[in-house]
Each structure stands twice: as structure tokens, then as C-alpha cells.
């Protein structure tokens, strides 16, 4: 079991944990991840904590059978013969420089500079590029089983689409249920396939810096983290959008909110569900409903 605490950070920090951690109450999170993606999330969280503040305690073999980390500036994480303490430190805060700007009057001359500023952000948004990204796996574990094939779809400033679709050959056998489901088979993948690193390597040259948006993306984020851990590659830090959250917000009446169903209702046609491309296409055409709805911005 693993508990974050957050105050005061970015609501995009917020947003970003939801994808791995529950949120039980405003700011405290709760999940059970491998050791490698706890660290990695503890490295996000201090990347982008800004001024606020975050404490985790996580599960290890010591006499309490915890561990805690901090970024609070009036506490300290001491050892104690084995027991982790947080040791209160004295006058921290009397060397924090004071912000001013907290009266009434300071308040509404900042408004006032605000709404003088020119409103270019939300159409500089629209014409960022965004890349509709699905993956087959083997299975759900994605420390246990491999990625078989990855579809990308990109939609540039002019709404041009540029594709992306690699086979990639694995260690071992493709499961009779994974071919059932896919139609890819071992053979396919070790005539067709490149090797794992390679396909990352091109996926982000295509990529680039653009918005990744897929449906559970959680599921693919993890397996496209661990490969590219696996392969020596390094991470993509593209920001990303789930919309399987953005789906339930703005159709709460659906029966279930599994893709085949949400893209139904939204008259999206997927001639082929379970192939990489095919899925990615039909993600990029809900993304754009969601947008013109005005339940999605990028």
C-alpha cells in the first residue's frame, strides 16, 4: 500500500497521480504499484510539485514496516536505529521570504492585469499536434507480458493524419486467446515485426513532442514505460490525455464505458477493434467529438 499527501501543487499534478493512486480525499492518494513505477511517480511529483508540498509513505521491511518521504520544509525524515521519524525542525519558517500581494487591493489590481491580457492561449492550444496512441499486448501484466503491435495515429496543424504501425516480435508464443482477440499470430510478428527498441525508437521520432491521447491510457502508459526501462530507451514525457474519464464525465447514462460502447454512441464506426491502428483511428475521431462537444481541450 502506498498513501501521497499533496497541498498546494498544480491541479495538473493532481489530475496526473488519478491515472495510478485513488483519490479517497482532497489530496490524499492511495495505491499498490511496483517499486519502480512508485519511484518514478515520486520523481514526476517532485518535477512538477512547484511550491506546494508532498509527503508519501510506502510498505518496506524495517521495524514499522514503513517508509516516508517528504518535501516539507518544516519536517525532516530522520533514521532512528531503523525507524523512520519525522523530526519537526525549528524556526523553518522564519526564513521563508515573505509574498506579498495577499490585501484586497493587491487582488484586484492582479485582476485587472488579467483581463487586459491578450486571449491567444485556447487557440494556441487547437493547433497543437495530437497523436491518438494503442497498443496489443499479450496480457494485462505489463511486467509479465509484451507488447505485440503499436498503432499510432497523428493529426497535425492542418488536420492532416500521418499513421504509425509496427508489429513487434516477442519472446516466446502469442496466446491462442491474444490471436483470437487480434488476429496476430507468433508467426506474423517474426516475419512481419521489428524488435522492441527499435519500434519505440520510431514511435517517438513520431511522436515528437505532441499530446498522446488514448482510451484507458493508464494500460498502455505502464507498458510503454516499462519497455522503454527494459530496452534502455529513455521514457516519453509527452503530455498525455485519458479519455475513458472524459467519456463517463460527459455520458453518465451508458450502459458500460468500454470503447465498442462509447464509440457507438458517438457514431464512430471501428471496422476492425483489437488492431492497434484501427483503435487508435477510431480513439482520434472520439477525442475530436469530445472537443467539439466541448467536454475535451488540448
Known amino acids: 500500500m502506498i498513501v501521497v499527501t499533496l497541498t498546494k501543487v498544480p491541479q495538473s499534478l493532481r489530475g496526473d497521480l488519478t491515472k495510478w493512486y485513488q483519490e479517497i480525499q482532497t489530496g490524499v492518494y492511495v495505491g499498490n504499484v511496483s517499486a519502480k513505477i512508485r519511484d518514478l511517480l515520486w520523481g514526476r511529483i517532485i518535477e512538477n510539485i512547484g511550491t506546494g508540498e508532498a509527503t508519501m509513505v510506502y510498505n518496506t521491511n524495517n521495524e514499522l514496516g514503513y517508509q516516508i518521504k517528504t518535501t516539507r520544509r518544516q519536517f525532516q525524515v530522520v533514521d532512528f536505529d531503523g525507524i523512520p521519524l519525522m523530526m ?24 485587472k492585469l488579467a483581463m487586459r491580457k491578450p486571449k491567444v492561449e485556447r487557440s494556441a492550444r487547437s493547433s497543437a499536434p495530437i497523436v491518438s496512441l494503442d497498443l496489443e499486448t499479450t496480457g494485462t501484466n505489463y511486467e509479465n507480458n509484451q507488447i505485440i503491435s503499436i498503432g499510432a495515429v497523428k493529426k497535425g496543424e492542418n488536420d492532416q493524419l500521418d499513421t504509425f504501425y509496427r508489429l513487434i516480435k516477442i519472446d516466446g508464443k502469442v496466446p491462442k486467446k491474444i490471436t483470437a482477440l487480434t488476429g496476430l499470430t507468433t508467426e506474423m510478428l517474426y516475419r512481419d515485426g521489428v ?16 499530446t498522446l491521447v488514448g482510451y484507458n491510457f493508464k ?3 505502464l507498458f510503454l514505460m516499462y519497455a522503454c526501462r527494459k530496452v534502455k530507451l529513455p521514457e516519453l514525457n509527452n503530455k498525455t490525455v485519458d479519455l475513458l474519464p472524459v467519456a463517463k464525465k460527459a455520458d453518465s447514462f451508458l450502459d458500460n464505458y468500454q470503447l465498442a460502447t462509447v464509440l457507438e454512441s458517438y457514431g464512430i464506426k471501428n471496422l476492425t477493434p483489437h488492431n492497434a491502428l484501427s483503435d487508435a483511428k477510431a480513439t482520434l475521431e472520439l477525442a475530436n467529438e469530445l472537443m467539439k462537444k466541448g467536454s475535451l481541450r488540448i
Open 195 to 210: 524488435d522492441l527498441k527499435t519500434a519505440i525508437t520510431e514511435l517517438t521520432e513520431f511522436v515528437k513532442s505532441a
Open 219 to 221: 494500460f498502455d502508459e
Open 88 to 111: 519537526r525542525l525549528n524556526n523553518s519558517d522564519d526564513a521563508r521570504p515573505i509574498k506579498h500581494g495577499f490585501s484586497n487591493a493587491a487582488k484586484f489590481h492582479q485582476a
